[in-house]
């Protein structure tokens, strides 16, 4: 028996190298999609007749159903199973990634977008809930911790490039039917590399908690969206976000009474995650912000045609990857804290160097240094913060650990975008009276991408003071490195 369990075990320690390789390229395809339809849309409006109001619901409904039924699903996936979750969820997603790559009407791309989304919900919790499991040991989870935070963060640059890459050079209707290669690949070989894993447990699924949490999040996420295209006086968005205000509040009281909760507030009290999750908030609400104004301001003043924005974006994803390289090294050698503080201060002033970008400046000397310099900080954070947020999660929460941590991903992206663009664009409205276009749009650019700045010196602040002594071995009970 000994002989037969330790052959086993050595079996599966042999194949996680594979198995994380796949669900890194499924996460790259996830969150690629996330914005890959950024530099097609006005082809999009052209050749499908959308509208203005309809063609924001391009991006809008996959943001809509990923953000709204992570926590679901996270915790699904911990008592169904996550391998089976996130084989569904891949499924789902290719299947709605050739609907809209094959689709004809405006409401058939529109509903494809939403059921990839609910399938990017199922599979990405899942996912990162199987890597936490694989790698339990705290060296292993942090480096793969930090190809997965990296893969995610090339996705989103990723995005934009292949965006503009394949809408210039063949069709947008490719930038949804490259996902089949890799949603097929995935289905096939995953269950020949993970077993199947699930809370040892058996606990029934909080109903009542699920549908209050599950409905807070999507008037959210609808909300800001709505507070985004609209502004934040319209009752479209003012009603959608009280009532998620207070659907979180029943939430809370429910889950405090409840014998088996969806999520236990003795999870989200956890400090180290809590801050984790909290310094998450903040940089997703400045990168995503970033990443949509930067573009914006590539194409709208310094005149970039959409392949060549797309182009521009690359030297982003290579810093992306040496900050990837650096960080779990970093988390490994200094602590948790030090590699969290450097890299959230990095980003902060490459996006200062990035508020200074005016019309007349080349990419070289004007976009290409503070790009660089934020996307090293990405590549260093994003692991790190990965890790922390999933420290002290077991075979019983690990999908509802990653599961909140994707959830603070999307609403902070959301938040972002809703706030700072709709900032920027007052800005650049109040000085266009005065009659310099161009002049008008790089102030609003640029207050909006020196509050980014300001978001991360926030985050900076709070993991400083509350997140621990910064060693990793002193930070918290189940992040102590091994002592010879």
Excluded at 37 to 47: F, K, W, Y
Excluded at 246 to 265: G, K, N, W
Aim: aromatic share 8%.
């Amino acid at each position: 028996m000994t002989l037969l369990t330790t052959a086993a075990t050595a079996k599966a320690v042999g194949r996680r190298g594979p198995a994380l390789v796949v669900l890194c390229f499924v996460q790259f395809m996830l969150v690629l999609d996330d914005n890959v339809v950024s530099v097609a849309l006005p082809t999009l409006r052209d050749d499908l007749g959308f509208g203005t109001a309809g063609l924001a619901w391009v991006v809008n409904a996959y943001f809509l159903a990923f953000g709204g039924l992570l926590l679901l699903f996270g915790r699904m996936a911990d008592l169904l199973g996550r391998r089976r979750v996130f084989l569904t969820g891949v499924a789902l997603f290719g299947t709605a990634s050739l609907v809209c790559g094959l689709a004809q009407e405006p409401w058939q791309l529109v509903g494809g977008r939403f059921v990839q989304g609910a399938g990017a919900a199922m599979a990405s919790p899942a996912a990162l809930a199987l890597i936490a499991l694989l790698f339990p040991g705290t060296e292993e989870r942090t480096k793969a911790f930090g190809l997965w935070g990296g893969i995610a963060g090339l996705g989103g640059t990723a995005g934009l490039v292949i965006s503009g890459a394949l809408t210039g050079l063949a069709s947008w209707r490719w930038i949804f039917l490259i996902n089949l290669p890799v949603a097929l690949a995935a289905l096939v070989l995953l269950p020949r590399l993970v077993p199947e894993s699930r809370a040892e447990r058996a606990v029934r699924l909080d109903v009542p908690g699920a549908v209050l949490g599950t409905g807070a999040l999507v008037a959210l996420v609808y909300g800001l969206l709505r507070a985004g295209e609209t502004g934040w006086g319209d009752t479209a968005a003012v009603g959608p976000l009280v009532l998620a205000v207070l659907l979180a509040v029943a939430f809370l009281v429910v889950e405090s009474r409840t014998a088996e909760p969806l999520v236990p507030l003795s999870f989200l009290s956890f400090r180290f995650r809590a801050v984790a999750n909290g310094a998450t908030l903040l940089f997703s609400a400045a990168m995503y912000a970033m990443a949509f104004l930067l573009m914006l301001h590539l194409q709208t003043v310094l005149g970039y045609r959409p392949l060549a924005a797309g182009l521009a974006y690359l030297p982003y994803g290579g810093g992306i990857l040496a900050g990837m390289w650096l960080s779990s090294r970093a988390v490994i050698r200094l602590g948790m804290r030090p590699t969290l503080v450097i890299g959230f201060l990095t980003s902060a002033a490459g996006l200062l160097l990035l508020s200074g970008v005016a019309p007349s400046d080349g990419y070289a000397s004007g976009v290409l240094p503070g790009m660089l310099l934020t996307s090293l900080g990405c590549g260093l954070s994003l692991p790190a913060l990965t890790v922390a947020a999933l420290t002290g999660t077991t075979e019983e929460d690990a999908g509802l650990g990653s599961a909140v941590l994707s959830s603070v991903q999307q609403v902070g992206g959301a938040v972002g975008v809703a706030v700072l663009v709709a900032l920027a664009t007052r800005r650049s409205e109040a000085l266009a009276a005065q009659g310099d276009a161009a002049h008008a749009a790089t102030e609003g650019f640029s207050l909006a991408l020196t509050v980014t700045a300001v978001l991360l010196a926030l985050g900076v602040v709070l993991i400083a003071a509350l997140l621990g002594s910064g060693r990793s071995g002193d930070s918290c009970p189940e992040a102590r490195r091994p002592r010879g």
